[in-house]
């Protein structure tokens, strides 16, 4: 790092700093201003919300690892653009008719007060020892490798790092709140793209273009059954990524992501009304086809190479393990390092930062919001909107403690970091995913059928993570019918399995427990909706909208044809 990159990061401070200055002058006097921005978003800010939340360190250390490592497998959870099309699309409507702050207050609404419970457990939770705590890990080994800086003043400089950014982005969400974030998104959004544009360009101009990384990548078998790291379409033989279950499991963990997760669905619910909420789903949709080159295939440059050199008689380009094999994870980073000139890389440093700053600002308000309005409000109904604020804050300053405590057991993972969180959405995803499709799809779907449907997926999402811990640590333990089913079963063909039974829970206890009255779900599912409620959705879209949808589509579908 030279001194014109440091200048570049200290303009970018600057101006996120100035930002939340303007925030704050806005005043957050009701819990609308602070957790939903007033409810004034524009399909701007939505769009780049929804992007800018979602990339994190789980994409600058995760899927540039993934490509490192194992090619195009990961690009099916990455290709998600129709997914965000459908939370526009079909549940848009449904989450603004209910007026709710939290996906667990809309399963109050369609269901019951324990439902609301249990999805705001498993989802606190789930941020706690999942994102917030992966965030920090992930962001401490980017800036680590990026500054090449291994102590500073007697102190790892991991710790300073993750802490720092942990600190740095809690302050401006506790006093700028879901503005802050929105605002934040607006001037992070670019920078970020601006920054991985410039390392994918460099990177093939290293290799020697796109026709050099496909040769090199393709020629690299990823099984026993003929595919290589440029196939995106899998034998359902591999192990890891087999095609039936990668589509299948993508979908449902991309539609409990993208439609019915708090950490998304806020930006959305920041709407001023239906049409920029949905307008916002679609420019999010546009950008979110990015990540697949902006990430994974920087992933596969670095791979590539990595082989050159090698093949040339050189070193290697990537750092190595001490078993000896690739350190796929620092791939994002050492492309940062390796090729980049003084000033360019302020820009990149200034992309990762506005990365992890604004996934871990999201996951700061929405934890927070859950806490105070799915927790504080329903105890304390009589609370001050005021107060409700300064409880926010307070969560989301406990919420920073607990991540900085969890970093040290998330960093003795090391290697196997990603699996685990992949093996967490894939269990978490199909209850949640399932009670949420059939609530809004099927007016006969009870409370105790939604309510049960949650039930399931979280008994058996336990007992699988249970028994990938258990066997993991045992690798002679005899086979069972348990084993084979909660630990040998492939990852992505269980999460499958899991959701049509957590479907046939919920239409089965529906049938056997009395209907919902109409004027319970009224405007909350398919067929309700009174005649101004339909009004209203239809004057929210015009044939642009479509336009937009179908080239979304396209791209998607040309995707995985040249990929396929």
């Known amino acids: 790092m030279e001194l014109l990159d440091w200048v570049v990061i200290a303009a970018f401070m600057a101006a996120l700093i100035g930002v939340v200055i303007w925030v704050m002058k806005k005043g957050q006097e009701n819990t609308a201003d602070y957790f939903l921005g007033g409810r004034d978003a524009t399909w701007i800010a939505i769009g780049a919300s929804i992007f800018a939340s979602n990339i994190g360190s789980e994409h600058l250390v995760g899927l540039a690892g993934a490509g490192a490592s194992s090619g195009m497998a990961m690009a099916h959870w990455e290709i998600q653009g129709w997914l965000i099309l459908l939370l526009g699309w079909v549940f848009v409507p449904f989450y603004s008719r209910s007026m709710v702050y939290t996906m667990p207050e809309f399963l109050e609404k369609r269901y019951n007060p324990q439902s609301r419970t249990i999805l705001s457990v498993i989802s606190l939770i789930s941020y706690v020892l999942t994102k917030v705590a992966v965030t920090v890990y992930a962001g401490g080994l980017v800036f680590q490798q990026v500054f090449g800086i291994k102590e500073l003043w007697g102190i790892d400089f991991f710790w300073i790092a993750a802490v720092g950014l942990v600190v740095l982005t809690a302050l401006y969400t506790i006093f700028g709140g879901?503005?802050?974030?929105?605002?934040?998104?607006?001037?992070?959004?670019?920078?970020?793209?601006?920054?991985?544009?410039?390392?994918?360009?460099?990177?093939?101009?290293?290799?020697?273009?796109?026709?050099e990384m496909m040769r090199?990548?393709?020629?690299?078998?990823?099984?026993?059954?003929?595919?290589?790291?440029?196939?995106?379409?899998?034998?359902?033989?591999?192990?890891?990524f087999p095609w039936l279950g990668?589509?299948?499991?993508?979908?449902?963990?991309?539609?409990?992501?993208?439609?019915?997760?708090?950490f998304i669905v806020q930006r959305v619910l920041s709407g001023k009304n239906q049409k920029e909420s949905r307008r916002g789903t679609i420019f999010g949709a546009y950008l979110k086809l990015l990540p697949v080159f902006?990430?994974?295939?920087?992933?596969?440059?670095?791979?590539?190479?990595?082989?050159?050199?090698?093949?040339?008689?050189?070193?290697?380009?990537?750092?190595?393990?001490?078993n000896g094999t690739i350190n796929a994870d620092v791939a994002f980073p050492t492309l940062v390092a390796k090729l980049l000139p003084a000033g360019l890389k302020g820009v990149i440093v200034c992309g990762i930062l506005a990365a992890l700053m604004s996934s871990l600002a999201s996951l700061f308000n929405s934890s927070a919001s859950l806490f105070t309005i799915d927790f504080y409000k329903r105890f304390k109904p009589q609370t001050s909107e005021k107060k409700l604020v300064v409880i926010g804050q307070l969560?989301?300053?406990?919420?920073?403690?607990?991540?900085?405590?969890?970093?040290?057991?998330?960093?003795?993972?090391?290697?196997?970091?990603?699996?685990?969180?992949?093996?967490?959405q894939s269990v978490l995803a199909p209850g949640i995913a399932a009670?949420?499709?059939?609530?809004?799809?099927?007016?006969?779907?009870?409370?105790?059928?939604?309510?049960?449907?949650?039930?399931?997926?979280?008994?058996?999402?336990?007992?699988r993570l249970g028994a990938n811990v258990f066997y993991s640590n045992v690798p002679g333990a005899p086979q069972s019918l348990f084993k084979y089913v909660f630990y040998d079963i492939n990852w992505l063909f269980f999460c499958g399995m899991m959701f049509l039974f957590c479907v046939l829970v919920i239409v089965l206890v529906s049938l056997f427990t009395e209907a919902p009255p109409l004027e319970k779900i009224q405007g909350l599912v398919f067929g309700t909706a009174t005649p101004a409620q339909k009004a209203e959705t239809r004057a929210s879209w015009n044939h642009w909208d479509i336009i937009h949808t179908v080239i979304i589509l396209g791209i998607t579908v040309a995707f995985y044809i040249y990929f396929w």
């Not at 090199?216 to 890891?240: E, H, Q, W």
């Not at 779907?445 to 997926?457: E, F, P, V």
Request: overall charge neutral; some cysteine; proline content about 4%.
């Open 395 to 424: 969560a989301t300053a406990a919420i920073v403690v607990l991540g900085i405590l969890w970093i040290p057991i998330m960093r003795s993972i090391g290697d196997v970091l990603y699996t685990y969180l992949q093996d967490v």
């Open 294 to 322: 902006l990430f994974l295939i920087p992933g596969m440059i670095a791979f590539a190479l990595h082989q050159k050199s090698i093949g040339a008689g050189g070193a290697g380009f990537l750092p190595m393990l001490s």
């Open 435 to 463: 009670a949420f499709l059939l609530g809004v799809t099927w007016k006969r779907t009870s409370a105790k059928g939604g309510m049960w449907g949650l039930i399931t997926g979280l008994i058996i999402g336990l007992l």
């Open 178 to 211: 879901m503005r802050a974030v929105l605002y934040t998104s607006v001037l992070q959004t670019p920078i970020l793209l601006l920054g991985s544009v410039v390392i994918l360009v460099l990177g093939l101009k290293e290799l020697g273009g796109w026709d």
């Open 216 to 240: 090199i990548c393709g020629a690299v078998p990823v099984n026993d059954y003929g595919n290589v790291m440029t196939d995106l379409i899998r034998s359902n033989k591999d192990p890891n």
């Open 246 to 262: 990668a589509l299948t499991g993508s979908a449902i963990i991309g539609f409990w992501y993208w439609c019915t997760d708090q």
